[in-house]
C-alpha cells in the first residue's frame, strides 16, 4: 500500500510539473497581457505532435527534434498574437473568446492532419531508476527535472535581467513603465509568444511520456488554470507549486477514491482554494 | 445624535489606518473631517459607509449597529456616500443615471407591490412623482442643461456633482460626501458649496471629507481633525484650524510645498 | 410593434413544406430558448456564467428521467426539473456571488460545478447510462380547445410547440428587463461598486439572474430531449456552453431578440453548408473570432446601431 502511495505520488509530482510549465504560461499572459490565453493547451499539443513527427516518422534524434518543435508552437504563438491577442489586451472576456475560437480552430486542423487514432512515440530513454522503493522510468526523472528547470530559470531570468524587471514593472504599472521606456507591445507579444514556447516544449516532453490525440490541449489548459489559480495568479513559483499540488491531489485521490472522478478533485480544491483564499497559495492579488 | 462612532480601529495586515477614533454627528448639521493624505479619511468614510469592516469598534446609526453591514443594507438605512474618484453609469445618460438610484426610493414607496411592475402595462417608475424627483434632484446639482446627455461626456466637475446627484436620489438622512471638491476649480467649488447648503438646508445631514482646508472651513459648522488614524482635534472649524497640533501637522506640509 | 416580428414565423409552415428546413427551425427555437436566457446573466447583468449548458443538461435528464421511472406526463416531470435547477442554481450562485467572485474566477467556478455535474452523469451508470446515453420515448401532450388532447409529435406539432416556448422565454424576459429588475441587472453590469452604494442588493439580483436564466435553460433543455428523443452526458459539455455564447455573441448580447438571430445563423448553417464536422470547427472558431473582433455588438446590435446612425 505504501508502494502504491509512493508510486502515485511521484506520478503526481511528475505530471504537475506539466500542469506547472502550462500554468506557468497562464500567469505570464494573465500579468502582462490581461486575458487567460485558453489556447496554450493547443500549443501544447502542436508542440507534442511536431516532436513526434520529426522524432519517429522523420527520424530526427530527439534532442534535435525538440527544437523545431518549440519553433512551430511560438510561430503559431507569434501568428496567434498578431492577429488575435493584439486587439484583446486586458480585455477578459474577449480575450478568453478569441482564444476559445482559436481551440476549434487548431483543433480541427490537427484532427485533418492527424486524426483521433493516437499517436505514441517510440521509446526516448528506457530503463527505469528504483526511487522510494518505487520503480521509476529515467524518462519521467528527465522530463520532471527540464521541466522544473525551465520554470525555475524563468523566475530567475524575471526577476535579474533587465526585461524580467521591466516585465515586473509593466504588471504592476502599465503607465509608469510606458513613461520610463518599456516598450509594452513588444513586451506583451514576447510574453504571449514565450509562453507559447513554453507549452510547446511541455508537448515536446509530454510526447515522451504518454500518447498524443488531438483532444489533449483542453484537458491541459484547464489543469493549467487550476494550478495557476492554486499558486497564486501572478507567482511564477506558485504555477510550479500548484501543478504539484495538483497531480499529487488527483493521482493520491484516485487511490482512496473513485478514479473516474479524478478530474473532479482538481476542480473541488480550486474552488475551495477560490473561496477562501482568492489570492492562492502564494499569489498576490492582481 | 444621528451617527455615532465608538472607538473605531482598522488594520490592514500589519497597518494601522484607524485607531480607536470616537465622533458623532447631530442630525442637521454639516460635519467636517479633514486631514493630510494617508490619516484615514477614506477609511472612515468607508468603514461608515458598510464597504469596509472595522477590526474593532462601532457605529451607531439612530443608536442601532451597523458596523460590518453591506453597502446597500446601510444605504437603505439612510446612510449614502459619495465617491472620491466619481463612480457613474457611463453608458446611460444623466437621466438614466439618476433614474437607477431611484431603487431604493421606489422600494420605500411600493415595496412587494412593485411586483406588478412587471405588468407590461404598469411601470411605476414613469409614475409623475418619481419623476418630478429625479427632476428635482438633477436641478439641485446644477445638472438641468446636460440631463440627456451621456455620463461619459461630462466634466469632473459635472460627474462629482452626478455623484452627488445619485446619492440624493436615494433620500439620504446622511450624506457622506469623499472629497468632493479635490480636483474642481475655485468657480465649482463655490457651486458645491451651494449645493451642500441647499441639501442641508432641505433636511439632509451632511458629512463632507477633504483635505481642502479653506473650503471646509467655509462649509462646516464641526470639524475634526484626523491625523495618522486618530483624532486630534474637534470642534468650531475656526478654533480646530488654530489648535497647535493641527498647525504642526499642516505647517510641515505647507513648508514642504514652499 | 415588436409582436409583428412574430407572425412570420407563424405563417412560415404553411408556406415551406420541407421537413427538413421545418426542423432546423425547430433546433433553432429551443437552442434560442437556451441563448435568450444566457444572454440574462451574461448580456445584461455582465456575468460569464459556463453552468448554463449544465442547467440545460441537467434538466434534460431529470424531465426525461422522471416521465420514464413514475411514468407522468412531461408537463408533471417539468416540475421536479425546474425545482432542482431553481435549487442548484441557489447553491451555487449563493457560493459564488457570496463570495464575491469576479468575472474571470465566476467563470472558473461555474465552469468547475458545470464539469462535475458532467462526471457525476457520465459516471452514474445506473441510473443515466452513463456515456452511451439515455433514449427518451415519451412525448409531451397539450390540450387544445376543439381537438382534445394532442400528442405533440412530428415536425409540424413539435414546430408550434418550439415557437411558443420561445414566445414564453421573450416574453418574461422582456417583461423582467423593463421593470427595475431590469435596471438592477444594468447597474450591476455597469459599475457594481456604485450599485451597491446606491442600495442595490446586488447579491440578491445577481442570484436572481442566475436563477432565472438557468431556469428558462432547462425548459430548452427538457424540449431539446423530448424533441430529439436522446440525452447524453455531452449536453453538459463545455463545448455545449460555448455553443450558448457563440449565439449570444454573433447575434448581439444587448438586446434581448438578438441571441435569436445569432441561434438561427449558429444552427441553421451547419446543416445547410454541407461540411465534415472539422470544417464546421473551423468554421465555428472564425465566426467566433470575426464576431469579436469585427463584429462586437452582434449583428442585431450593428444593425440596429446602422439604424440609429441614421
Not at chain 1, 519521467?140 to 524563468?154: C, D, E, G, R, S
Not at chain 1, 495538483?246 to 473561496?275: K, W
Amino acid at each position: 500500500m505504501l508502494q502504491l502511495l509512493v508510486g502515485q505520488t511521484l506520478n503526481g509530482v511528475i505530471v504537475g510539473t506539466l500542469y506547472g510549465i502550462i500554468a506557468l504560461g497562464v500567469t505570464l499572459t494573465f500579468g502582462i497581457t490581461g486575458i487567460v490565453n485558453f489556447a496554450l493547451g493547443e500549443f501544447m499539443m502542436i508542440g507534442a505532435y511536431v516532436t513526434w513527427y520529426l522524432f519517429d516518422v522523420a527520424g530526427l534524434p530527439y534532442p534535435v527534434a525538440i527544437w523545431p518543435a518549440i519553433a512551430v508552437a511560438a510561430g503559431c504563438g507569434f501568428a496567434a498574437d498578431q492577429l488575435l491577442f493584439r486587439f484583446t489586451r486586458n480585455n477578459l472576456i474577449n480575450g478568453l473568446l478569441v482564444s476559445i475560437g482559436l481551440i476549434s480552430i487548431i483543433e480541427a486542423a490537427a484532427l485533418l492532419l492527424w486524426t483521433t487514432t493516437p499517436k505514441d512515440m517510440g521509446y526516448v530513454l528506457s530503463g527505469a531508476v528504483a526511487l522510494g522503493g518505487v520503480s521509476v522510468p529515467k524518462m519521467k526523472l528527465v522530463v520532471f527535472a527540464l521541466l522544473a528547470a525551465v520554470i525555475f530559470l524563468t523566475y530567475a531570468a524575471l526577476s535579474r535581467t533587465w526585461i524580467g524587471r521591466a516585465a515586473y514593472a509593466f504588471s504592476q504599472n502599465p503607465e509608469a513603465a510606458m513613461l520610463m521606456g518599456v516598450r509594452t507591445e513588444v513586451l506583451q507579444s514576447t510574453v504571449v509568444v514565450y509562453s507559447t514556447a513554453l507549452a510547446g516544449f511541455g508537448g515536446a516532453l509530454y510526447a515522451t511520456l504518454y500518447s498524443l490525440e488531438p483532444s489533449m490541449g483542453g484537458l491541459y489548459i484547464l489543469k493549467g488554470v487550476e494550478a495557476a489559480i492554486l499558486g497564486g495568479i501572478g507567482s511564477l513559483i506558485g504555477s510550479l507549486a500548484g501543478g504539484i499540488i495538483l497531480g499529487v491531489t488527483e493521482a493520491v485521490g484516485s487511490i482512496y477514491l473513485p478514479s473516474a472522478f479524478r478530474d473532479a478533485y482538481g476542480l473541488i480544491f480550486v474552488v475551495a482554494i477560490l473561496l477562501y483564499q482568492p489570492a492562492g497559495l502564494f499569489g498576490t492579488e492582481r | 445624535m444621528l451617527l455615532e462612532v465608538v472607538e473605531l480601529t482598522k488594520r490592514f495586515g500589519g497597518l494601522t489606518a484607524l485607531a480607536n477614533v470616537s465622533l458623532s454627528i447631530a442630525a442637521g448639521e454639516i460635519v467636517g473631517i479633514f486631514g493630510p493624505n494617508g490619516s484615514g479619511k477614506t477609511t472612515l468614510i468607508n468603514l461608515i459607509a458598510g464597504i469596509l469592516a472595522p477590526s474593532a469598534g462601532r457605529i451607531l446609526w439612530k443608536t442601532s449597529e451597523i458596523q460590518g453591514r453591506s453597502p446597500h443594507a446601510i444605504a437603505a438605512a439612510g446612510v449614502v456616500k459619495t465617491f472620491q474618484n466619481p463612480q457613474l453609469f457611463l453608458e446611460l445618460s444623466i437621466y438614466d443615471n439618476v433614474a437607477i438610484a431611484s431603487h431604493l426610493r421606489l422600494q420605500r414607496r411600493f415595496g412587494l407591490s412593485r411586483i406588478t411592475e412587471l405588468l407590461p402595462w404598469r411601470d411605476c417608475s414613469r409614475q409623475a412623482e418619481v419623476v418630478n424627483a429625479i427632476h428635482r434632484v438633477v436641478a439641485l446639482c446644477r445638472l438641468d442643461d446636460v440631463r440627456d446627455r451621456s455620463a461619459a461626456s461630462l466634466s469632473y466637475g459635472q460627474e462629482k456633482m452626478l455623484g452627488v446627484a445619485m446619492a440624493m436620489m436615494c433620500e439620504p438622512e446622511l450624506l457622506l460626501l469623499d472629497e468632493p471638491a479635490s480636483g474642481l476649480g475655485e468657480d465649482e467649488i463655490r457651486t458645491l458649496e451651494e449645493v451642500l447648503r441647499d441639501l442641508r438646508d432641505s433636511g439632509t445631514t451632511l458629512c463632507v471629507i477633504d483635505h481642502k482646508v479653506d473650503f471646509l472651513a467655509r462649509i462646516a459648522d464641526r470639524a475634526i481633525a484626523l491625523q495618522q488614524g486618530s483624532v486630534i482635534a474637534e470642534g468650531v472649524p475656526a478654533k480646530v484650524l488654530r489648535h497647535p497640533r493641527v498647525v504642526e501637522a499642516y505647517l510641515g506640509r505647507q513648508h514642504a510645498r514652499a | 410593434m415588436k409582436a409583428l416580428l412574430w407572425v412570420p414565423f407563424l405563417v412560415f409552415p404553411a408556406l415551406i413544406q420541407s421537413n427538413f428546413i421545418l426542423s432546423i427551425f425547430i433546433f433553432s427555437f429551443i437552442l434560442a430558448i437556451a441563448a435568450v436566457s444566457f444572454n440574462l446573466i451574461f448580456g445584461f447583468t455582465g456575468q460569464l456564467s459556463m453552468f448554463h449548458a449544465a442547467a440545460f443538461g441537467i434538466a434534460a435528464y431529470v424531465t426525461s428521467l422522471t416521465t420514464s421511472f413514475f411514468h407522468v406526463s412531461f408537463w408533471v416531470a417539468l416540475f421536479p426539473a425546474i425545482g432542482f435547477t431553481i435549487l442548484i442554481s441557489l447553491i451555487i450562485g449563493s457560493i459564488c456571488f457570496n463570495f464575491q467572485l469576479r468575472a474571470f474566477y465566476f467563470a472558473v467556478v461555474t465552469l468547475a460545478f458545470s464539469e462535475l455535474a458532467r462526471l457525476v452523469i457520465l459516471n452514474w451508470n445506473s441510473v443515466t447510462n452513463g456515456t452511451l446515453g439515455l433514449m427518451v420515448l415519451d412525448k409531451p401532450s397539450v390540450w387544445v380547445p376543439g381537438a382534445g388532447l394532442i400528442k405533440i409529435d412530428g415536425v409540424f406539432g413539435w414546430y408550434f410547440f418550439s415557437l411558443a416556448a420561445l414566445i414564453f422565454t421573450v416574453a418574461v424576459c422582456s417583461l423582467v428587463l423593463g421593470s427595475w429588475i431590469g435596471r438592477c441587472f444594468a447597474a450591476i453590469r455597469l459599475n457594481e461598486d456604485l450599485a451597491q452604494t446606491l442600495g442595490i442588493d446586488t447579491f440578491r439580483y445577481k442570484l436572481l439572474s442566475f436563477t432565472l436564466a438557468n431556469t428558462l435553460a432547462a425548459i430548452a433543455g427538457s424540449l431539446y430531449a423530448f424533441y430529439t428523443g436522446y440525452i447524453e452526458p455531452n449536453y453538459l459539455s463545455i463545448n455545449q456552453s460555448l455553443d450558448i455564447i457563440s449565439m449570444v455573441l454573433l447575434g448581439g448580447r444587448s438586446s434581448v431578440l438578438g441571441p435569436i438571430a445569432g441561434a438561427f445563423v449558429l444552427t441553421g448553417l451547419p446543416h445547410m453548408i454541407d461540411l465534415s464536422g472539422e470544417a464546421r470547427a473551423i468554421l465555428y472558431g472564425l465566426v467566433l473570432i470575426l464576431t469579436i473582433l469585427i463584429l462586437p455588438q452582434g449583428l442585431i446590435g450593428t444593425l440596429a446601431s446602422w439604424r440609429r446612425a441614421a
